[in-house]
C-alpha cells in the first residue's frame, strides 16, 4: 500500500512539472527587460497539480493513476488557458499604457492599472483630466479585445477634506470612469465601482507629488472562469 502510494505522489509530480514545463518558461517584461516566469507556466503548473489529486481521488483505487493523468491534463489546460489569456491581456496594456503614466501591474491572475491624480483627476474634482480620455479609451479597447474579464474599479483621495467628503469624491469619480467605459461599449454589468476615500494611501499626503499619486484610480481586471 505504501509503495503504491509513494509511486502515485511521484506521478503526480511528474505531471505537474511536465505541465510547467510544456506550458513555456519565461516571458521578458517589456518595461525592464527582465525575464520572469509566464503566468501561463504557473497557471498550468498549478492547474495540472490540483487536476492530478481531484483525478487520483475521484477514482477507483485500481484507476488512480489513469484518474490523475486525465485530471493533470485538464486541470493544465485550464490554469495554462486562463494564464496565457492574462498574459496576452497584459502585453496589449502594457503597449497601450506605454508613456501615459499609468502603471499595469500584475496580482496572480488579475490586472492591475494604477492611474495617478496627475493623469486622473484635477484635486477635489470628479471631472475627467483631459489626459485621462486617452488612456480610458485604449482602456476600452483591450476590454473590448479580451471580454471574458469582470473590472473592479476603486475610487481614491488624497486627505484634503472630510473623510466622508471622500469617500463620496472617490465613489463619484469610479462612478464617472464606469460612465465613460459604458459610452465606450463595455457592458454595465461587467464594471463594480467603489469609493474608499483617503483611507489606502500609497505615498505621503505632505507633498502636492504625494497628494497627486493619492488621488488616484485602481482597476482590477479578473478574468472569469467558468
Given at each position: 500500500?505504501?509503495?503504491?502510494?509513494?509511486?502515485?505522489?511521484?506521478?503526480?509530480?511528474s505531471?505537474?512539472?511536465?505541465?510547467v514545463?510544456g506550458a513555456?518558461?519565461?516571458?521578458?517584461?517589456p518595461?525592464?527587460?527582465?525575464?520572469?516566469?509566464?503566468?501561463?507556466t504557473?497557471g498550468?503548473?498549478?492547474?495540472?497539480?490540483?487536476?492530478a489529486?481531484l483525478?487520483?481521488?475521484?477514482s477507483?483505487?485500481n484507476?488512480?493513476?489513469?484518474?490523475?493523468?486525465?485530471?493533470?491534463?485538464a486541470?493544465g489546460?485550464?490554469?495554462?488557458?486562463?494564464?496565457?489569456?492574462?498574459?496576452?491581456?497584459?502585453?496589449?496594456?502594457?503597449?497601450r499604457?506605454?508613456?501615459?503614466?499609468v502603471?499595469?501591474?500584475r496580482?496572480g491572475?488579475t490586472?492591475?492599472l494604477?492611474?495617478?491624480?496627475?493623469?486622473s483627476?484635477?484635486?477635489?474634482?470628479?471631472?475627467?483630466?483631459?489626459?485621462?480620455?486617452n488612456?480610458l479609451?485604449q482602456v476600452?479597447?483591450?476590454?473590448?479585445?479580451?471580454?471574458?474579464?469582470?473590472?473592479?474599479?476603486?475610487g481614491?483621495t488624497d486627505s484634503v477634506g472630510?473623510?466622508?467628503s471622500?469617500?463620496?469624491?472617490?465613489?463619484?469619480?469610479a462612478?464617472?470612469?464606469?460612465?465613460?467605459?459604458?459610452?465606450?461599449?463595455?457592458?454595465?454589468s461587467?464594471?463594480?465601482v467603489e469609493?474608499?476615500?483617503?483611507?489606502?494611501?500609497?505615498?505621503s499626503?505632505a507633498?502636492?507629488?504625494?497628494?497627486?499619486?493619492?488621488?488616484?484610480?485602481?482597476m482590477?481586471?479578473?478574468?472569469?472562469?467558468?
Amino acid at each position: 500500500m505504501k509503495i503504491r502510494t509513494h509511486k502515485l505522489r511521484l506521478k503526480l509530480v511528474s505531471l505537474a512539472f511536465a505541465a510547467v514545463m510544456g506550458a513555456g518558461c519565461t516571458t521578458t517584461d517589456p518595461s525592464t527587460g527582465e525575464s520572469r516566469v509566464s503566468k501561463t507556466t504557473k497557471g498550468a503548473g498549478i492547474g495540472a497539480a490540483a487536476g492530478a489529486v481531484l483525478g487520483a481521488l475521484t477514482s477507483s483505487s485500481n484507476d488512480r493513476g489513469k484518474g490523475a493523468l486525465i485530471g493533470a491534463t485538464a486541470g493544465g489546460l485550464i490554469g495554462a488557458g486562463v494564464g496565457q489569456y492574462q498574459d496576452r491581456q497584459q502585453r496589449a496594456l502594457e503597449e497601450r499604457m506605454q508613456n501615459s503614466g499609468v502603471e499595469v501591474k500584475r496580482e496572480g491572475d488579475t490586472l492591475k492599472l494604477v492611474i495617478p491624480g496627475n493623469v486622473s483627476f484635477p484635486s477635489g474634482s470628479s471631472a475627467l483630466s483631459p489626459q485621462f480620455y486617452n488612456v480610458l479609451n485604449q482602456v476600452a479597447t483591450t476590454l473590448a479585445e479580451y471580454p471574458s474579464t469582470q473590472v473592479q474599479i476603486v475610487g481614491h483621495t488624497d486627505s484634503v477634506g472630510s473623510a466622508s467628503s471622500n469617500e463620496q469624491l472617490s465613489r463619484t469619480r469610479a462612478s464617472a470612469v464606469s460612465i465613460y467605459l459604458g459610452a465606450q461599449g463595455i457592458a454595465s454589468s461587467r464594471m463594480q465601482v467603489e469609493g474608499v476615500g483617503s483611507s489606502t494611501p500609497i505615498a505621503s499626503n505632505a507633498t502636492s507629488e504625494g497628494r497627486a499619486h493619492n488621488r488616484r484610480v485602481e482597476m482590477k481586471i479578473i478574468p472569469v472562469q467558468g
